[in-house]
């Protein structure tokens, strides 16, 4: 896979994740990723485990505060970044248990968007949208 699409993956992955704390799908959820990241090894499921919990915590402590979940997805995308970096072969597994995640909540993504928008001078633009974004901005000459 190209860098970007695991890129996509993984950000897809950590919006799933964290999507599914607060729904019935969450030991489902838990278990595929302490198994995706334990890679066989004990100590890592144990730590990913905790992991877990913090961030299920976090969110679940702050239902209706979005930049806890913002932040969250951001560090578990960056996990996941790192993890299909490190093993490219678990992007299947990190794919199928997305499938298996969104089946049970019930939840599609429209998966991955792009926009490219331009305005000069004193034009607003309004972008929105959920997950992950980056905005660039630049003068006239400038092309990004």
Same mark, same amino acid.
């Given at each position: 896979?190209?860098? &970007? ?6 950000? @897809?992955?950590? #919006? $799933? ?6 729904? /019935? ?21 144990a730590a990913v485990e905790g ?14 505060? &979005? ?6 997805? @951001?560090?578990? #995308? $960056? ?6 970096? /490190? ?58």
């Amino acid at each position: 896979m190209l860098a &970007e699409a695991l890129s996509a993956l993984a950000g @897809a992955g950590g #919006t $799933a994740l964290v999507g599914a704390v607060a729904t /019935d799908s969450w030991q489902l959820a838990k278990r595929g990723f302490v198994q995706l990241f334990g890679r066989g090894d004990q100590g890592q499921a144990a730590a990913v485990e905790g992991r877990l919990e913090r961030t299920r915590s976090l969110v679940e402590a702050a239902p209706q505060d &979005e930049r806890v979940r913002l932040e969250q997805q @951001a560090a578990w #995308t $960056a996990r996941l970044e790192d993890l299909l970096n /490190d093993h490219p072969e678990a992007a299947e597994e990190l794919q199928a248990l997305m499938d298996q995640v969104t089946q049970a909540t019930g939840t599609r993504s429209a998966g991955h968007v792009m926009q490219h928008a331009v305005a000069y001078d004193h034009a607003q633009q309004v972008v929105q949208g959920h997950g992950q974004q980056t905005n660039v901005f630049g003068s006239r000459g400038v092309q990004a």
